[in-house]
């Protein structure tokens, strides 16, 4: 890991929680590897991995600990919130006859 800034003890905090940050990037990516091998799900993937070099390449020990400390599903809200992922989901939405609508709002 790159020299991380901030306090000795904030600095070992951060970089527990920033190991915890990458192996939920890749559980993540492992997760979309095993769906359907769609370009769609490729550019889920890629964005994901762009994300989390993002991420990492932080080396601001506060950074981590007021971000990312309760990671919850940060990882998956990041990926939804591309403009990328957020135009898949809206052709994805649209392609759908009105029937469907009605059905998927009917199972939610």
């Not at 095993?34 to 390449?57: G, N």
Request: net charge positive; aromatic share 6%; charged share 30%.
């Amino acid at each position: 890991m790159a020299n991380m800034t901030g306090g000795g003890l904030q600095v070992e905090w951060a970089e527990r929680i920033k190991i915890t940050v990458a192996a939920e990037f890749d559980r993540f990516t492992r997760t979309f590897a095993q769906l359907a091998d769609t370009p769609e799900t490729a550019t889920i993937i890629a964005v994901a991995k762009e994300l989390r070099e993002s991420v990492l390449a932080n080396d601001d020990a506060g950074f981590y600990i007021r971000n990312w400390q309760d990671l919850g599903d940060q990882v998956r809200i990041m990926v939804l919130k591309d403009p990328r992922v957020q135009a898949i989901r809206s052709r994805k939405r649209s392609a759908r006859t009105p029937a469907c609508r009605i059905e998927t709002r009917l199972d939610t």
